[in-house]
């Protein structure tokens, strides 16, 4: 595949899923299904102490339905030995009647990998998150969550993001 028509397929997927879904469904074509997020948290995401994070987020809002579909992925470092990457889907539930903004709850499951000096460590993970996201308008949104799960046990920390 060229170069030139992997930039059209990327662009037309785009296209496809920020637009083409509500084509039909009575609602405006221009409102925004697709969030992507970033930001920092502080968990504790290492048995030796707690662990700051970078975390990136990419989410679907269903049409018709208080649900999104996405994924998280995030690093985490506690200051001395021990790196922990994550890479997790999620089911996202906003409370009714929120149109994809306000208080919701999300189930994640995916995988963790931690690195400690020589050692590896591959693991499943899975977990709850609790958060809020305030709309700053109609393109920009913020983010405060808490987590807890397995491996990490909990972890609290803030977003901030486009919606295209």
Known sequence: MTKLSFTKTVILITVFFSVGSNLYAGEDIFSRKIAIGLGPEWNMNSHHNFAG?????????????????????????????????????????????????????QADAGFTYIMEDTDRYPMFMGGLRMGYRLSLGSLFFIEPFARGGYPFVFGIGLSAGLRF
């Open 53 to 105: 994070a970078t975390v990136l987020s990419f989410d679907y809002s269903l049409p018709s339905v208080p649900l999104a579909l996405g994924i998280n992925a995030s690093s985490s470092y506690n200051f001395s030995q021990t790196v922990v990457l994550e890479a997790s889907p999620f089911l996202r539930w906003y409370f009714p009647g929120s149109k994809h903004t306000g208080l919701f709850v």
